[in-house]
């Protein structure tokens, strides 16, 4: 079946120091990957998407990598903030219509 | 502008009862999702609305829930003879159109079934 892994421990890194999360898939071939950000009692707000042509996409302190031979996602926040933790997933359309399968989320915790 | 609203915020009822949750997407986005957030799990996708097209319901974990999405906003979903199993968040998305890909959610509706 269709499934997507993310670390399922959580990430504690030290301001400054560049976070990365890890999305593994299998038995999928997406056109596009997703990464949303969801903080306590709010809904995930979108963060970036990657193309299956595009091997690398930034956007300000983050970078997104997209390996479709690996079936793996990287995500990177550099120079990170303690307002940067959060639990952060990832996301595949299966269909092309929307309908997204995500991961379990990592959760990252940025001490000063 | 405003993003996309839920209500209740909140909501405890006995096993066995029936509950409505509701949506308000994005005004103009037509596209409408519902997911299911159980603790410790990811987003599962349960319904989604397109248009007037009809709903596609592959997500819907039994026929206990529904949904419907009214004049091609708002959205309820429904669930009855609630059980235990069914307390999780209930998220509600809009984007502007399927093929869009970002998607808006709302804060999500806490359900606790005692």
């Known amino acids: 079946s269709q499934k997507i892994e993310q670390n399922s421990e959580a990430l504690n890194i030290q301001e400054g120091k560049t976070a990365t999360l890890t999305c593994n898939y299998t038995?999928?071939?997406?056109?596009?990957l997703q990464w949303y950000r969801q903080d306590p009692g709010r809904g995930p707000v979108f963060l970036l998407l990657i193309r299956e042509n595009e091997k690398e996409k930034r956007k300000e302190r983050l970078k997104v990598t997209f390996d479709t031979t690996l079936k793996q996602s990287l995500f990177h926040i550099t120079a990170s903030q303690p307002a940067d933790s959060a639990t952060y997933l990832c996301?595949?359309?299966?269909?092309?219509?929307?309908?997204?399968?995500f991961g379990q989320g990592t959760t990252l915790q940025v001490k000063p | 502008g405003a993003g996309v609203s839920q209500s209740p915020s909140n909501k405890v009822t006995e096993k066995g009862k029936d509950v409505e949750l509701r949506c308000d997407p994005i005004?103009?986005?037509?596209?409408l999702y519902w997911y299911r957030q159980s603790l410790g799990q990811g987003l599962e996708f349960l319904i989604y609305?397109?248009?007037?097209?009809?709903?596609?319901k592959s997500g819907l974990p039994s026929d206990r829930f529904s949904a419907e999405r009214t004049g091609g906003s708002v959205s309820t979903l429904t669930i009855q003879r609630t059980q235990q199993e069914d307390s999780a968040v209930y998220l509600c998305?809009?984007?502007?159109?399927?093929?869009?890909?970002?998607?808006?959610f709302g804060p999500g509706t806490r359900l606790l079934v005692l």
């Open positions: 038995n999928y071939s997406p056109a596009y």
């Open positions: 998305a809009s984007s502007l159109d399927p093929r869009a890909k970002t998607q808006y």
């Open positions: 005004s103009g986005h037509t596209a």
């Open positions: 996301a595949l359309d299966r269909s092309n219509t929307g309908k997204l399968i």
């Open positions: 609305f397109q248009g007037n097209s009809a709903p596609d």
